[in-house]
């Protein structure tokens, strides 16, 4: 299994410019996540997907767009590239379960994106 | 609103000598909490995963640990050696939602030959 793909490993855009992350899972996770770091901080998330067709925002999605039409794959989709959105990107993916009446969803993380608009 | 911190945000130490990361977060009510590993310019690598009925996981020479009651988790590792050089993140998982992992900054570790 390769895990979480993502491609490219590093862009830099132009102010005004578009682009699509892409992120890819071989484990058949039905929960997916992006996330942006930015430098010295923790990851902060920007939206994610329950399933195939269901997305929803997470703490930052200003900027951003998703889709997610199936199960394996989860785009993220900057459509006018601000300085601001310099940072890497990871995509992450899970399968939520429960067992002997626990909760469980551990995230699996890609290797990220390096994006930087100038 | 939950905040997770993790002190000191730098550390360097020599090879061979044990170490304590400490992760704290302000909201108890947490399904569990999550230990990553950084490299530089490369993915996170999930090292513990603690349930919150839990007190403690190991894998290796690493041991995490959990007191729900007090926000607090500690990650210690044992004989450390210069690969163990790396950013370690810890994340919660809170209750009021199934999905969302929170973050603190990471503490960056350097392990001197």
């Not at chain 2, 996170?44 to 007090?70: M, P």
């Amino acid at each position: 299994n390769a895990g979480v793909t993502q491609t490219p490993k590093f862009r830099i855009l132009k102010i005004g410019q578009s682009m699509t992350l892409q992120c890819t899972q071989d484990m058949n996770h039905n929960y997916m996540y992006w996330y942006r770091q930015d430098p010295g901080m923790g990851l902060k998330l920007i939206y994610y997907s329950v399933g195939a067709g269901i997305t929803d925002k997470g703490e930052v999605p200003n900027g951003y767009n998703v889709s997610r039409s199936t199960t394996e794959d989860f785009p993220l989709r900057l459509e006018l590239a601000a300085p601001s959105q310099t940072s890497v990107y990871f995509c992450a993916s899970s399968y939520p379960h429960t067992l002997a009446g626990e909760s469980y969803n551990e995230q699996f993380f890609g290797p990220g994106t390096r994006l930087t608009v100038l | 609103k939950q905040e997770v911190t993790q002190i000191p945000a730098a550390l360097s130490v020599p090879e061979g000598e044990n170490l304590v990361l400490n992760c704290s977060f302000t909201d108890s009510a947490i399904y569990n909490l999550q230990w990553f590993r950084q490299d530089p310019g490369k993915g996170l690598t999930s090292l513990l995963l603690i349930q919150s009925s839990q007190r403690e996981q190991t894998s290796g020479r690493l041991n995490a640990s959990l007191d729900k009651s007090s926000g607090r988790s500690t990650l210690y590792i044992a004989a450390s050696q210069p690969g163990d050089s790396a950013t370690y993140l810890c994340a919660v998982r809170p209750m009021d939602s199934s999905y969302k992992l929170i973050f603190g900054s990471g503490t960056r570790l350097l392990v001197r030959p």
